[in-house]
């Protein structure tokens, strides 16, 4: 029988609350075997090793997704199939490495063949269960338990709040690894070339900033009100920069200003020195960094303009708030 709408809504936010309630309960659960993997995990890499992920069923999709997101992270892993191990996969593994068994009953016999197997090998083992008493558990070198004390299903079969859980214990250990390590966005990027996510973080200011006509630069000493106006348009840009005798940045001149000063002042105002009325100062972002530091000042001074300095403090190129959606960066 159809499910109501009402009804579709009701079992899927119950789906939720349950999934929700598992990582709850895992998150209570974190104390000093957590810690422990934590340090295994630093040493492993330190040591040039690899992480070596293995798991069956729907638990070897939560191990493939680990495996990608600690790759992602510079983490060298891979995914060990357990049929596959026992018949030559074994190979990958190499001494000082760590294996991360996922099984949430800890029964799997898979997984429990596997165990000894690592250990002849010199690997250090993870058990990632949520069976705490199982046998993986209480053979593996460092329990990590998850908690889902009942599954989404409405039957209690398919595994639903047990893999969620699983996944987020993984993605925990994961993002604390990425802390540790002290990864920066640029080291984030070097992994992430293609597509526009490796774009977004490729890019510095001087690969998006406008330059030539495009950046409006006039000295502050001799511009009026209507000659910064005639270059912003000429340049089609909300601002302009003012300069000293040096080529340094003394201020800017926006559409901002300009309207607050024309509210504010008697006829024949475009003839006043621009200085009267620009932005002394005003925001602006160092040539070289990443063109991610450029949307954050956008966002946190909520401005439409931006000037890109050089090491001299000379404004070289000229961001457009407008031009970033068409460069993929917001």
Same mark, same amino acid.
Do not use: W
């Given at each position: ?64 997704? #680990? ?18 191990? @026992? ?26 063949? #596997? ?41 209690? #079969? ?36 293609? %597509? ?37 348009? %000429? ?27 024309? @509210? ?32 954050? #000042? ?18 070289? %190129? ?13």
């Amino acid at each position: 029988m159809p499910l109501s709408d009402h009804s579709v809504l009701t079992r899927a936010r119950r789906c939720l609350a349950i999934e929700q309630e598992a990582i709850r309960a895992t998150s209570t659960l974190l104390a000093r075997d957590f810690i422990r993997v934590v340090r295994v995990a630093e040493s492993t890499v330190a040591g040039g090793h690899k992480l070596i992920f293995s798991g069956v069923g729907k638990s070897a999709h939560i191990a493939e997704k #680990l495996t990608g997101t600690f790759n992602s992270t510079g983490v060298p892993s891979c995914f060990l199939d357990p049929t596959q191990a @026992l018949h030559g996969d074994l190979g990958i593994c190499a001494e000082g490495d760590l294996a991360i068994l996922l099984s949430n009953s800890g029964a799997s016999a898979e997984m429990l063949k #596997l165990l000894p197997l690592f250990g002849k090998f010199g690997l250090n083992t993870v058990a990632l269960t949520g069976s705490p008493a199982s046998e993986l558990a209480r053979g593996a070198d460092f329990p990590l338990i998850y908690s889902a004390p009942r599954e989404a299903c409405p039957l209690s #079969l398919a595994p639903t709040a047990s893999t969620t859980a699983a996944l987020a214990l993984g993605d925990a250990l994961a993002m604390v690894l990425l802390e540790s390590r002290g990864l920066t966005r640029e080291d984030f990027a070097r992994y992430h070339p293609a %597509g526009t996510l490796g774009m977004t973080l490729l890019l510095r200011v001087k690969d998006i900033m406008r330059t030539g006509s495009g950046c409006p630069v006039l000295p502050e000493a001799k511009t009026t009100v209507q000659e910064a106006i005639f270059a912003m348009t %000429g340049a089609k840009s909300g601002a302009v920069a003012l300069v000293g005798a040096r080529g340094r940045l003394t201020g800017i001149f926006t559409d901002g200003d300009f309207r607050r000063t024309a @509210l504010n002042s008697s006829a024949g105002f475009l003839q006043r020195p621009v200085r009267d009325c620009m932005t002394r100062g005003g925001k602006t972002v160092p040539v070289g960094v990443l063109a991610v530091e450029a949307l954050k #000042l956008f966002q946190q001074h909520k401005i439409s303009d931006l000037f890109a300095l050089d090491a001299q403090g000379r404004p070289v %190129g000229y961001i457009d708030v407008q031009d970033l959606p068409k460069l993929k960066i917001l």
